[in-house]
């Protein structure tokens, strides 16, 4: 959060969009270069780690996009804070969705019992996210 107030936008969105690339980078290096039966659980961890850290980072930066886009009445501070909760939130329910696949749990109700839980943490940090903050410029 300190550090979103010392940057400029365009600074933050080439900063967040070279932090998309190397995760996808490492998304794609998990994938080809270890073997999941040799690696273990660490393995998984990595790439777990690494395909949450992809998937926050990527929509987190199209989600500013699209708040610089059609919801102009917020502030740029907000608009990026209210984009990076949604992203690391939308990443939790896409890494959670896998991990739930990949131990034979996912399920409609289960998926929907994520939904919810995250929708019900959108909603609490909405409500008592703070109306007014000051402005990257």
Do not use: C, K
């Not at 395909?51 to 989600?63: E, I």
């Not at 059609?70 to 329910?93: D, E, H, K, M, P």
């Not at 399920?107 to 109306?131: G, K, M, T, V």
Request: charged share 5%; aromatic share 12%.
């Amino acid at each position: 959060f300190f550090i979103i107030h010392a940057m400029n936008l365009g600074q933050y969105s080439l900063a967040m969009a070279v932090l998309a690339v190397i995760g996808w980078i490492l998304v794609t290096v998990v994938v080809v270069m270890i073997d999941p039966a040799a690696a273990g659980g660490l393995g998984f961890g990595y790439f777990y780690a690494s395909l949450f850290f992809a998937v926050m980072t990527s929509l987190a930066l199209l989600g500013l996009l699209w708040r610089r886009i059609f919801v102009r009445q917020q502030s740029i501070t907000t608009q990026v804070l209210v984009a990076l909760r949604q992203g690391i939130l939308l990443a939790v329910a896409v890494t959670g969705s896998f991990l739930l696949l990949s131990f034979g749990l996912l399920s409609l109700l289960n998926a929907l019992l994520l939904i919810a839980l995250l929708a019900a943490i959108e909603f609490f940090a909405h409500r008592d996210f703070p109306r007014s903050s000051s402005q990257i410029s």
